[in-house]
């Protein structure tokens, strides 16, 4: 079978997967890339130990995660100058993530020049977005000078799971609709119709909607002028806030679900708190797409928590029951990928492990007809 190489490069991490066909060949991830005392000290070290240590005979094709594609990538693409220029361009719009995606582009370009590459945008997914969906209220002129628009993000595994539960249901893709809820450091929900994102809840950047281990997820935009004019904090330091030192982890000390768990049980009063804002933002947010999608076929939970929090699971959807949603305790207690809610409810809930890099391998064999 031909070989496929994903390469997901984080801010602070790579993360590698070789496919043989639809086999595992090798795995693994380079953690701490950049920290001090901590791994290779930057993301082309990291990439370059990681092509010298595989065995690449056979290779035909590389998939690289780029986080974001703006308006211009609407689909997965072969790289050249010209579409590695435009990565570069899309920088101010994801500072933390692109020039990561883009040392790891050239360093494979480098070591690999005979094989084709590729650039599967997490953006990509969330194109089908109808305009009222991606589009702010402020001034349209200013918004399109300086791209200013809703992009969405995870849309790589909001993908994969999306056409994961259709498969598990044996139901037609584009039939189903779903809302899926991808539940990790960094969570958002989408609201598929059909393989279509039609609403998702992160927005220019990946800050907006649920939240999150240490982002805050939706807030007044006022509390950003307040800490400007009232604590005298500058932009720099409002961003550092709101993407590192918020969420979970601005609440509680800890950005762990499983910690926040333990300490509510342990009766912590700020984790108890900590886990109801969590709830609320999460069910609120499955509430607003129900009523958006019309009917629904099936809500998805992935990603870390999704995977593996039940009491968050639970807690989601508990009192939904008239919308046809219910989960089973028994079910619920389970692992793998599954059905969760009981038998003949309106609604089906799944459990569904994401597994992004695999569906970065399969659009890099589409775009290299492979």
């Known amino acids: 079978m031909s070989r496929v190489l994903v390469l997901n490069c984080g801010s602070s991490s790579v993360k590698y997967r070789l496919y043989d066909g639809d086999e595992v ?3 693994g991830t380079v953690e701490r890339v950049g920290e001090p005392g901590g791994g290779p000290a930057d993301h082309e ?3 370059r130990q990681i092509i010298d240590g595989l065995d690449l005979t056979g290779l035909v094709g590389v998939g690289h995660r780029v986080v974001h594609g703006g308006r211009k990538f609407s689909a997965p693409v072969r790289i050249d100058d010209k579409v590695l220029a435009a990565i570069e361009d899309l920088v101010p719009l994801a500072p933390l993530h692109n020039p990561a995606n883009l040392a790891g582009i050239r360093v494979a370009r480098e070591a690999l020049p005979d094989t084709p590459q590729v650039a599967v945008f997490d953006t990509a997914f969330h194109h089908t977005l109808p305009e009222a969906a991606a589009t702010y209220a402020i001034d349209r002129d200013l918004a399109e000078r300086y791209g ?3 992009y969405g993000f995870h849309g790589t595994s909001h993908a994969y799971v999306s056409r994961r539960t259709a498969e598990l249901l ?4 584009g039939e189903l609709n779903t809302i899926t809820l991808h539940l990790g450091n960094g969570a958002s929900a989408c609201a598929v119709q059909g393989g279509r994102s039609v609403a998702t809840s992160m927005g220019m950047s990946p800050l907006e909607g649920l939240v999150m281990g240490t982002r805050s997820g939706d807030l007044d935009p ?3 002028f307040h800490l400007r004019r009232e604590a005298g904090m500058g932009v720099d330091d409002i961003d550092d806030l709101l993407n590192h030192r918020s969420g979970l982890l601005g609440l509680t000390g800890v950005n762990d679900m499983r910690e926040v768990l333990a300490r509510r049980d342990a009766g912590d009063p700020a984790a108890a708190l900590a886990f109801e804002v969590y709830r609320r933002r999460l069910t609120g947010y499955v509430g607003a797409y129900y009523a958006l999608l019309g009917r629904v076929d099936a809500i998805t939970f992935t990603a870390g928590v999704g995977e593996h929090a039940a009491p968050v699971r639970a807690a989601a959807l508990a ?3 008239r919308l046809g949603i219910a989960v089973d305790p028994a079910r619920n207690a389970g692992s793998g990928d599954r059905v969760i ?4 409810t309106e609604v089906t809930v799944c459990v569904i492990g994401t597994d992004e890099e695999r569906e970065i391998a ?3 064999r589409e775009v290299l007809n492979l």
């Open 341 to 344: 809610s009981p038998e003949g």
């Open 25 to 27: 060949r090798a795995k």
């Open 45 to 47: 070290s990291a990439v």
């Open 148 to 150: 200013v628009r809703r």
């Open 222 to 224: 006022t509390i950003i």
């Open 362 to 364: 399969r659009q890099t």
């Open 170 to 173: 044996d139901r037609p893709y």
């Open 319 to 321: 009192g939904l029951e």
